[in-house]
């Protein structure tokens, strides 16, 4: 365990495309309970799930964790990662939303080396290569344009970057952002001090504010990710992903 790392979920029920998703069964295990178990498996650090509602402490508390009430004032999922991180002295602070149920330990530990690694970076996250097709238009799929060093240069709901029929470049991927963060314990509380910026409006992707106000964040390339739930029609998505995932085990 990294003593010096705190993973923090930020668990909003009232969440406005599907309300209480993070309870929502996949497989008979609510999505909440999916991140903190994967997150316990990190073995990064402590871990703190943070959220609004009764209803998901009650939950969260059921299965074990250390689950805490933060204000329904709360903005975004960082804001509600800092009110449940004050206090406390880790160093780096982990955003690891709660509506990623297959988010994977070593997804979060290659994340956090990558940002140990690269001292000019302030935040850390991770991308895939896209392989569906239909992800490259869906603007709930969060698409990356990273430099050749792995920083990210913009993050956006459109296919990005724009494959020109006359670049020359006929295989370029597209990749796919995994929806956490890995900050810096100075950048974080920088990052909820700074007003919402224009681009983060626009697209509605807080990580965004970062970029327009000249923090690095550094990205961990992984082999694959699995859906995140955002609408209720991730449930189906979220089914077919776990059966593809046994049959290639052969269970």
């Not at 406005?16 to 609510?30: H, N, W």
Request: proline content about 7%; hydrophobic content about 40%; glycine content about 8%.
């Amino acid at each position: 365990m990294v003593k010096d790392c705190l993973i923090v979920i930020p668990a909003r029920y009232g969440s406005e495309r599907f309300p209480g998703k993070v309870l929502a069964p996949i497989a008979g295990k609510p999505v909440l309970q999916w991140c903190w178990e994967a997150a316990v498996r990190s073995g990064l650090g402590e871990v703190i799930i943070a959220t609004e509602h009764e209803k998901v402490l009650g939950f969260a508390r059921s299965i074990g964790a250390r689950a805490v009430l933060t204000s329904p004032r709360c903005q975004s999922g960082t804001d509600r990662v800092y009110e449940a991180a004050r206090g406390t002295r880790a160093g780096f602070v982990v955003n690891f939303q709660g509506d990623e149920p297959f988010m994977t330990s070593a997804t979060l530990v290659k994340s956090f080396k990558k940002l140990e690694d690269s001292p000019d970076c302030a935040i850390a996250t991770a991308c895939a290569r896209i392989k569906n097709a239909a992800d490259i238009a869906n603007p709930n799929c969060v698409k990356i344009a990273m430099s050749g060093e792995g920083r990210a240069l913009y993050f956006s709901r459109c296919p990005i970057p724009f494959h020109h029929p006359l670049s020359g470049l006929k295989s370029y991927p597209y990749y796919k952002h995994c929806g956490f963060y890995i900050y810096r314990r100075a950048a974080l509380e920088k990052f909820v001090k700074l007003e919402p910026s224009p681009l983060e409006r626009l697209e509605r992707l807080e990580q965004l504010r970062a970029l327009e106000n000249g923090m690095k964040i550094v990205v961990a390339e992984v082999p694959e990710l699995g859906p995140a739930i955002d609408v209720p029609a991730d449930l189906g998505s979220a089914a077919a992903y776990l059966r593809r995932a046994k049959r290639q085990k052969g269970t």
